[in-house]
């Protein structure tokens, strides 16, 4: 069936373009949401006039892109989580997570637009994209950070736990000792 759009569908077409798609697809969807409609001789000639004021204002939101993606390029956002032994995340980054990261530098951009080739889930640095409008897209670097800095390893605890106890016997005759273990012992 063919169908008029009346919007811009990713992944489908641009306002004003004709495109084929099965009949269930346009009579549930597309027709009730009004973002296609039957292309009657009516309908193309409206769509001309709709389609050049689109033209225009997508010129302009190019250039508000433009100008947004000279903000973002430059920034690095650091966002500390909980992490195992081997980097590993308990969770991971959301885009959610992006998204008020951006806010608190000052750059406001749906989370939609965020788009993560894979779930950030080790620490260290990775690069997410952003895509701002059709063909501009900007690259942030995110720093993944251990949550309340790195604890201090435990083998090193140990350690000085046997230290400290065989310490004492060090300095002990060899009578002495003897006896002392004699004394641990019971």
């Given at each position: 069936?063919k169908?008029?759009?009346?919007?811009t569908?990713?992944?489908?077409?641009?306002?004003?373009?004709?495109?084929?798609?099965?009949?269930?697809?346009?009579?549930?969807?597309?027709?009730?949401?009004?973002?296609?409609?039957?292309?009657?001789?009516?309908?193309?000639?409206?769509?001309?006039?709709k389609?050049?004021?689109?033209?225009k204002?997508?010129?302009?939101?190019k250039?508000?892109?433009?100008?947004q993606?000279?903000?973002?390029e430059?920034?690095?956002?650091?966002?500390?989580?909980?992490?195992?032994?081997?980097?590993?995340?308990?969770?991971?980054?959301t885009?959610?997570?992006?998204?008020?990261?951006?806010?608190?530098?000052?750059?406001?951009?749906?989370?939609k637009?965020?788009?993560?080739?894979?779930?950030?889930?080790?620490?260290?640095?990775?690069?997410i994209?952003?895509?701002?409008?059709?063909?501009?897209?900007?690259?942030?670097?995110?720093?993944?950070?251990?949550?309340?800095?790195?604890?201090?390893?435990?083998?090193?605890?140990?350690?000085?736990?046997?230290?400290?106890?065989?310490?004492s016997?060090?300095?002990l005759?060899?009578?002495?000792y003897?006896?002392?273990?004699?004394?641990?012992?019971?």
């Amino acid at each position: 069936m063919k169908i008029l759009l009346n919007e811009t569908i990713e992944g489908l077409g641009r306002l004003g373009e004709i495109v084929e798609v099965k009949p269930g697809y346009a009579r549930n969807y597309l027709l009730p949401r009004k973002l296609g409609l039957h292309p009657t001789k009516h309908n193309l000639d409206v769509m001309k006039y709709k389609k050049i004021k689109a033209d225009k204002q997508l010129e302009l939101d190019k250039l508000d892109a433009m100008e947004q993606k000279g903000k973002i390029e430059g920034l690095i956002i650091s966002i500390e989580k909980k992490a195992g032994d081997s980097d590993t995340l308990f969770g991971s980054v959301t885009t959610m997570e992006l998204q008020a990261k951006l806010e608190e530098l000052g750059v406001t951009v749906e989370r939609k637009k965020i788009h993560l080739d894979e779930p950030i889930k080790k620490l260290g640095s990775h690069t997410i994209k952003i895509k701002l409008i059709e063909d501009i897209e900007a690259y942030v670097k995110v720093e993944v950070l251990r949550e309340g800095g790195e604890p201090e390893p435990v083998a090193d605890v140990a350690d000085e736990k046997e230290t400290h106890n065989y310490a004492s016997y060090d300095s002990l005759e060899e009578d002495e000792y003897d006896e002392s273990m004699e004394d641990d012992e019971e």
